[in-house]
C-alpha cells in the first residue's frame, strides 16, 4: 500500500531519483553483447537485428500477458502491474523481462497520460519513453505519409493504375489528438496541386503501418506485409497496392532501423522492451511480435500487456498477436482495483473514497466475464488486486472472495509502492501457473470461419451481446471481403469502457447488440478493422488537456508529465 512519503511524490519525481545502469550493463544481464546494442544515450538502446538472428533455434520462455478489467477513470495500473510483475520475477530468482508497448504522445497530451509504469514499478528514462523516445513513431508516421503522397502523385501524373479518386481508403495520419483533423478536403488552390478530393487523419496508432510494424518477424516480412496494403481501388473495385504504386522499398528504409526493439530498464534495472504501440480499441494493442519473440529466446519468463480490458486487447493478442506469431501464452494475469470496481458497481469517481463492499461486489461482474472469457482461450487467469491507499480490508477481501468464486486466486499487490517487493506472492504464483503446462492456448474461432460469424462470434461470447447489427451497406462490404480475405482474424474497433458500444453501460451488461458501422481492409496487416459504435480512430482533447500542465521548470527539467 502506498505510504504517505510516497503518495506525496509524482511518477516523475520518482523515475528522476531513480539510479540507472549504463544500458551496456542491462544488456550484458540478457547475454547481449555490446556491439549488439545500437545505443541512444547511456540509458536506452536497439537491439541489431544480426543478433537477434543468432537466436534462432533457442528454446522459447514462458509467455505470460497481463490484462485487466474494463478500464475506469478511477484506474485500474495494468502496464504498472506488468514491469512490476518482471520485477517480482527477478526479485524470486527467476529470469524474467517485461515488454511493453511505446506510449502515444497524443493521450500524453490529452487525458490518459504516459504509459511507462507508476510509483516505484516503472520503466525509466520516463520522459524520453514517454515522448519522443527512440524516433519509432516518427519514423512509422513517416512510412505511412509517405504512401499517401505517392497515391495522390500517382494520380496527379496520370493515374495509370487508373485508382477512383472516390474510393481512396490510405488516409493520413499524427500521432496527436486532433479532432479538426477527422475530415479534410485535400488539394485545394488549382491545377497545380491536384485533383481535390475528401481525406482525413487518423491518429499514428491506428496506422495499418503500426500494426505491420508490430505483427511483422523481420525486415522480409515487414516489406512483403507493406506492398499488400491496398491504398484504394479502381472503378471497377479493383484494388490498387503499396507495391504497385512502388512505396514499398522506400518505406520499409524508413522502418529499418525502428524495427529493432528498443531495451530499457526498470527502477530495479530490470531490462525491459518497449517496442511498437497500436491501441487495443481501434487497433490490435499489442507490443511487437519482434520484441516479444526476442524476449522469450533470452529470458525463462517474458511478461507483456495488451492494451485496455481483456475484452479488446487480451482478445486481439490471443486471436491476431498469438494466431499470426505462433506464441502459446502460458498464463494471464488480470489487473483490477477496488476503485475501479466500485465505479463498475455504480459509486460516481468523487464517491470512491468511502468504503462501499456492496458496491465491490457488484461491480466485480465485470471481473468475473474477463476471468470466463480469458478461460475461453484455454489459457489459466489470475487476479491482481492493484492496491490504494484507500482501500479497506473488507472491500479488499470481497474482490479476493470473488475470485475464488470465480475458479481463480486474487493476490493484494503493493508494487506501486514497493516495486518488486509488493508483488511477490503474485509472482510466486504466476510462475507455478506457467510452469504447470496446464495452458492449452487456442485462438476463440478458426480461420475458416465467415468475417460475419467471426463478429458474432466475438460479441456474444466476449462481449455478452444478444446479436450483432449492420446496415445493407455494411452486409455488402462483408461479403465482398469475405470472397478474398475471410480468412483473416478481425480486429474490433469498440470503446473500451463497456463490454458493450455504449460507454455508459458498465459492469456486465448482456442482451445488447453490436452495431457494426464499418470495415476496414488492412490487407497487410492481415486482418480487418470493424469499427462499431461511435469509435473514433482520430482521439480529440478533453476540455482541459494534460498538455496544459506540461511545462520545463527553472532547470530545464520536464514537470507535469505522467
Not at 159 to 176: G, H, K, T
Not at 469 to 482: H, I, P
Request: charged letters at 20%; a neutral charge.
Amino acid at each position: 500500500m502506498p505510504t504517505p512519503s510516497t503518495t506525496l511524490r509524482s511518477d516523475i519525481d520518482i523515475a528522476r531519483d531513480a539510479t540507472m545502469k549504463p544500458i551496456a550493463e542491462v544488456g550484458a544481464q540478457l547475454g547481449i553483447p555490446v556491439d549488439a546494442l545500437v545505443q541512444y544515450g547511456p540509458t536506452k538502446a536497439k537491439v541489431s537485428m544480426d543478433f537477434i538472428r543468432t537466436l534462432e533455434g533457442r528454446k522459447d520462455g514462458r509467455l505470460i500477458l497481463v490484462t485487466a478489467i474494463s478500464p475506469t477513470p478511477a484506474g485500474e495500473g495494468k502496464t504498472t502491474t506488468t514491469v512490476g510483475l518482471g520485477d517480482g520475477l527477478n526479485r524470486i530468482g527467476k529470469k524474467a523481462m517485461s515488454c511493453l508497448r511505446e506510449p502515444s504522445l497524443g493521450p500524453c497530451f490529452g487525458i490518459k497520460g504516459g504509459a511507462a509504469g507508476g510509483g516505484y514499478a516503472q520503466v525509466v528514462p520516463m520522459e524520453d519513453i514517454n515522448l519522443h523516445f527512440t524516433g519509432d513513431f516518427h519514423a512509422i508516421t513517416s512510412a505511412h505519409n509517405l504512401l499517401a503522397a505517392l497515391t495522390d502523385n500517382h494520380i496527379y501524373w496520370g493515374n495509370a493504375l487508373a485508382l477512383d479518386p472516390r474510393r481512396i481508403a490510405w488516409r493520413r495520419v499524427m500521432d496527436m489528438n486532433d479532432r479538426a483533423l477527422r475530415s479534410i478536403v485535400n488539394s485545394l488552390g488549382g491545377v497545380a496541386n491536384g485533383f481535390a478530393r475528401e481525406d482525413g487523419f487518423d491518429i499514428t496508432v491506428a496506422s495499418e503501418v503500426m500494426a505491420i510494424f508490430c505483427l511483422a518477424t523481420d525486415l522480409s516480412d515487414l516489406e512483403r506485409r507493406i506492398g499488400n496494403i491496398v491504398v484504394g481501388y479502381t472503378r471497377e473495385r479493383v484494388p490498387v497496392t503499396a507495391r504497385q504504386l512502388g512505396g514499398d522499398g522506400a518505406m520499409a528504409v524508413l522502418l529499418k532501423d525502428a524495427l529493432m526493439p528498443n531495451l530499457v530498464q526498470s527502477i530495479e534495472n530490470n531490462p525491459v522492451f518497449v517496442h511498437g504501440g497500436p491501441f487495443a480499441n481501434i487497433a490490435h494493442g499489442c507490443n511487437s511480435v519482434l520484441a516479444t519473440q526476442t524476449a522469450l529466446k533470452l529470458c525463462d519468463y517474458v511478461v507483456t500487456e495488451a492494451g485496455f480490458g481483456a475484452d479488446l486487447g487480451a482478445e486481439k493478442f490471443f486471436d491476431i498477436k498469438c494466431r499470426k506469431a505462433g506464441l502459446r501464452p502460458d498464463a494471464a494475469v488480470i489487473v483490477a482495483t477496488v476503485r475501479a470496481l466500485k465505479m463498475h458497481g455504480g459509486v460516481a469517481k468523487d464517491d470512491l473514497k468511502g468504503e462501499n463492499v456492496e458496491a465491490v461486489q457488484l461491480g466485480c461482474a465485470n471481473l468475473r466475464r474477463h476471468i470466463d472469457n480469458v478461460r475461453k482461450f484455454g489459457v489459466a487467469p489470475v487476479v491482481a488486486i492493484n492496491r490504494f491507499i484507500t482501500d479497506t480490508d473488507a472491500e479488499l477481501q470481497a474482490v479476493m472472495q470473488a475470485a475464488q468464486d470465480a475458479g481463480t486466486q486474487a493476490f493484494v499487490c503493493t508494487h506501486w509502492a514497493e516495486g518488486g517487493k509488493g508483488i511477490e506472492a503474485l509472482a510466486r504464483h504466476v510462475a507455478d501457473v506457467a510452469d504447470s503446462g496446464m495452458a492449452d492456448f487456442k485462438p476463440l474461432y478458426p480461420d475458416a470461419l465467415p468475417l460475419w460469424d467471426k463478429v458474432r462470434l466475438i460479441a456474444t461470447e466476449i462481449y455478452g451481446a444478444a446479436d450483432i447489427a449492420a446496415d445493407a451497406s455494411v452486409r455488402k462490404r462483408f461479403n465482398e471481403l469475405q470472397d478474398h480475405y475471410g480468412h483473416l482474424p478481425v480486429c474490433m474497433a469498440k470503446t473500451q469502457y463497456s463490454f458493450s458500444t455504449d460507454p455508459t453501460l458498465l459492469g456486465a451488461p448482456s442482451g445488447h447488440i453490436v452495431t457494426v458501422r464499418e470495415l476496414r481492409l488492412s490487407a497487410g496487416a492481415e486482418f480487418i478493422v470493424v469499427i462499431t459504435g461511435d469509435i473514433m480512430t482520430m482521439p480529440g482533447l478533453p476540455k482541459v488537456p494534460s498538455a496544459n500542465a506540461i511545462r520545463l521548470n527553472a532547470r530545464g527539467q520536464i514537470e507535469g508529465l505522467f
